[in-house]
């Protein structure tokens, strides 16, 4: 199964990628665990693509028998992606973070002047 959206190109993308992996993989035989872990893994993705980079933002789930794979795309000359050490109390710079902590693989490619950003999670 492969389904693609569009997300709003304002902080609701979050509400939006979560909104949408939720709807997409409800009934697909998933854990509470494994379903909870990729609706956070698309609001990271999801929020850091429109807070980094020019829209469209476009959310992308793959999904086969043994993984699930989210890919968010921008435009831009948003930074290459990089893992931070949060500040105790800072409000940002930890979501991509706890993307590589929930996700089995993690990484990132330049097509143009689109960035894609993707989390795969093995469904066994």
């Given at each position: 199964?492969?389904?693609?959206?569009?997300?709003?190109?304002?902080?609701?993308?979050?509400?939006?990628?979560?909104?949408?992996?939720?709807?997409?993989?409800?009934?697909?035989?998933?854990?509470?665990?494994?379903?909870?872990?990729?609706?956070?893994?698309?609001?990271?993705l999801a929020a850091n693509a429109v807070r980094h980079g020019s829209p469209p933002a476009l959310l992308r789930l793959d999904r086969d028998d043994s993984s699930v794979r989210i890919t968010v795309s921008n435009h831009g000359e948003s930074p290459?992606?990089?893992?931070l050490t949060a500040e105790p109390g800072a409000d940002h710079g930890?979501?991509?973070?706890?993307v590589?902590?929930?996700?089995?693989?993690?990484?990132?490619?330049?097509?143009?002047d689109r960035l894609d950003v993707w989390a795969e999670v093995a469904l066994s």
């Open positions: 199964m492969t389904v693609e959206w569009l997300l709003p190109s304002d902080l609701t993308a979050a509400h939006a990628a979560r909104e949408h992996v939720s709807d997409a993989l409800a009934g697909g035989h998933l854990t509470d665990d494994v379903l909870h872990d990729l609706v956070l893994i698309a609001s990271e290459d992606p990089r893992i930890r979501g991509l973070a706890m590589e902590q929930l996700a089995d693989s993690v990484g990132w490619e330049r097509h143009g």
